[in-house]
């Protein structure tokens, strides 16, 4: 068992063998909950705003591909493109 102090910023050093156990380093991101009274620390990948979206998309079956050949991937690109033409514009206020 380890035991840490709490600094005066309410700042706790985790002792090396815990981080080598569960394998964090610099820079690896935490999650802190409160469970049970105990202080879970729980490490967490960020993903930007724009991966969780195309991840979500790709979710519910709105994605292409994979393709056989590069033309079928710029046939698909095309059509694409024609569907978000025929989308009404906003007019200008």
């Known amino acids: 068992m380890a035991i840490v102090t709490v600094k005066n910023k309410y700042q ?11 394998r964090i380093a610099v820079g690896d991101v ?5 469970e049970k009274g105990m202080i ?3 490490p967490k990948s960020i993903v930007d705003r724009g991966i ?12 292409s591909g994979p393709f056989d050949t590069h033309a079928a991937f710029l046939a698909s690109l095309h059509k694409e493109a024609k569907r978000q033409k025929k989308k009404p514009k906003r007019s200008a206020k």
């Open 40 to 42: 879970v620390f729980e």
């Open 52 to 63: 969780a979206e195309s991840l979500e998309e790709f979710a519910q079956g709105r994605s």
């Open 12 to 22: 706790i050093v985790i002792p090396h063998r815990v981080r080598k156990e569960i």
């Open 30 to 34: 935490l999650e802190a909950r409160a």
